[in-house]
C-alpha cells in the first residue's frame, strides 16, 4: 500500500474526490480496405537513432527491442520491424531503398547476426546476410551507440561552460555562433556533429521561456552549420532536441526522449525543413508520459494504470471503458464484483505529518460512492458476485459491510478468493497437466521444450490455461493474448491512460479493429508505403 501525506481539509470531500466513474463510451468499429493492415500510431517509448531512406520518402527510428518504419510526408508509422531474443545493435537500408538491414546482439552483447526485412511488407529476407553492406562501411547507423557522451571535446577540456566555449574558439567555430550566448555543447549521433544550443538570441523570442532557444548542428571538421532550428519553430517539442537526428541536405528529423531519470517520454518525431526561410516544422507527434503506464489482464478485463493514483478498466470484447478510477490508494488491492456492479480498493490518508493515519476501503457501487473505515491497512477486499456486502482484511482479521446501509456486520459468511493464475508469484507457472510453464519471459511447452512466446514484459495464463497473456517488449502499452497450444496470436490490445488522453484499441487475427472513442486518430490503414485514415466507423 501507498502511503503520502495529504491536505485535504475533509475526509469525506477526499472519498467524494477519489473516484470519477465513467459507464458509457462510444468507439468504431472497421475493417481494413483489401490488402491493408491496420497499424496503430503508438509509436516505441523512446528513440535511439534515425536513418533516412534513400528516397527521402520514409524513415526508420531504433531502439535495442525494435525498428519502425515511418512515411517521412506525414509522419505516419507504416510497420514495426522486431526480433524476439536479441536486442538491435545497428540499422541500414539498401542503397535502392528495399531492404531494412539490422544488426542483432544476444545477452553477451556481441553481435551474432544480420537480420534482414522487406521495407514495403515487413516480410523477412532469407538471404539478409549476403545482401546488406559491409560492416566496416559508414551505411550502417548505430542503435547500441546512439546516445554518446554529452562531452564532444576532448577529456582535458574543462566541461564547465568556459571550458565549452574555449572548445569553439579552438576549433576556429566562433564565427558560426554567439560565443556569449552559448548554454551548452552536446555530441550527437553522426560522427563530427555537434549541436551547440545557445539562449537569449533575438531570434530565440518565444512567448515561453521553454522555447527560447537555438540549436545548431556544426560539422567540427568542415567547419560548418548542416542544420540550425529554433524553439519557435519547435514549439510543439517536448523539451530540448538532443542527441538522436538525420539529416539529409534539406529535411531535419529529431527525436526526444526525456534525459531526467523522473519521466520516461515517448518519442516525439519531427521533420523540420531548413530550406525554408525560416526553417519550416512540417509535422510533429506529440509526446507521452508513460514512466509509470502499467497495462495487464484481470479476471477478463484490462487493467491500465498511467499513474500509481489512477486505474481505467477496459472491457477487451467491446473496446468500452467501464470505469477510471482517480486517486486511489493501494491500487494492489484493487477489486470488482462479478456483475461489475461494485468496485472497491484499499484506502490510506495521513493529511499532515501531525494527523492520524485514516484506513479504510474506498468503493464506487452503482456510480455512488462510499467509504468504509478500518483501524488498520487493508490487505485485501473481497466482493463476491453482486458485491452487496463488503469484506476487508486488516492485520489477518476480517470485517464486513452492508454495502446498501453501510452498517458493519457482526456475523457474515466471507466468499471465496477469486485466483489470480498469473506468472508474477500470486499463480502457478506451470499448467495442472504439466504441458505448458512460465520460463523467463517465454512459454515452453515443456514436452518438447519449444518456446512459443518469448522476449516478452510479461506472460499470465487464463484460469483454464488455454490462453495466455503477454506485454511488451515494445511499445509498452501493449498485451497480446495468444492460444497456448498453437501459439496463435488471437488479438492485440493498445492502450493508454492519462489526464490529456485515454483509449483502447483492439486488433483482433482476422483483421476486424476496434477503436474506443477518440482513438480513431492513432490508427492508420497501410499498404506498403500508402496510408489511409482509419474510416468505415460503425457507431454503437
Known sequence: MKRRVRSKSLLTAAILALVSATFQQTGGAA???????????????????????????????????????WDMRTGSILRGLRSAGAQFTRMAISTDGRIVFARLAKDTGDETETVGWSAETGLSIENAAMLAPSLNGSNWTWIAHKWPAARPFPKDVPFDLAGQKKYLTDQQLAALVDIEKVESIEATDRKGVIQVTTS???????????????????DVARRKIVADVSGKTLRTFCGRPHGAFAFDGRHLLLALTSPSEFTSTNINALLVDTASAPPALKWSRPCRNNRFSGMEVRR???????????????????????????????????????????????????????DPHRYGVAVIRSGKKLFFATDAEVSEVRLGDDGSKIFARTNGAWSAWDASSGARLSSF??????????????????????????????????????????????????????????????PAQTIRMWETVSGRLLWQATANDSESHDFLIMQYADGRVLASEGAEDLVKFVRGFEVRPFEGLQRR
Open 200 to 218: 537569449g538570441e533575438a531570434r530565440d523570442n518565444a512567448e515561453e521561456s521553454l522555447w527560447s532557444y537555438h540549436a545548431y548542428f556544426i
Open 413 to 474: 459468511d466471507l466468499p471465496a478468493a477469486i485466483d489470480e493464475v498469473t506468472a508474477g508469484g500470486r499463480g502457478p507457472k506451470k499448467s495442472p497437466d504439466g504441458k505448458f510453464e512460465i520460463g523467463k519471459d517465454r512459454l515452453i511447452e515443456t514436452a518438447s521444450g519449444r518456446a512459443l512466446i518469448r522476449g516478452h514484459r510479461f506472460l499470465q495464463f487464463s484460469e483454464d490455461f488455454r490462453f495466455v497473456w503477454s506485454a511488451g517488449p515494445s
Open 300 to 354: 477478463g478485463l484490462i487493467v491500465v494504470s498511467a499513474t500509481p493514483d489512477q486505474v481505467t478498466l477496459w472491457d477487451p470484447a467491446t473496446g468500452r471503458r467501464i470505469i477510471h478510477i482517480d486517486d486511489i490508494h493501494a491500487s494492489d488491492v484493487l477489486t470488482w464484483s462479478t456483475d461489475l456492479s461494485t468496485f472497491a480498493t484499499g484506502f490510506y490518508e495521513q493529511r499532515t505529518v501531525a
Open 31 to 69: 475493417e481494413p480496405p483489401p490488402d491493408f493492415v491496420a497499424v496503430t500510431q503508438v509509436g516505441p517509448e523512446h528513440t535511439e537513432a534515425i536513418h533516412i531512406a534513400p528516397s527521402r520518402s520514409w524513415f526508420l527510428t531504433g531502439t535495442y527491442n525494435a525498428i519502425v518504419v
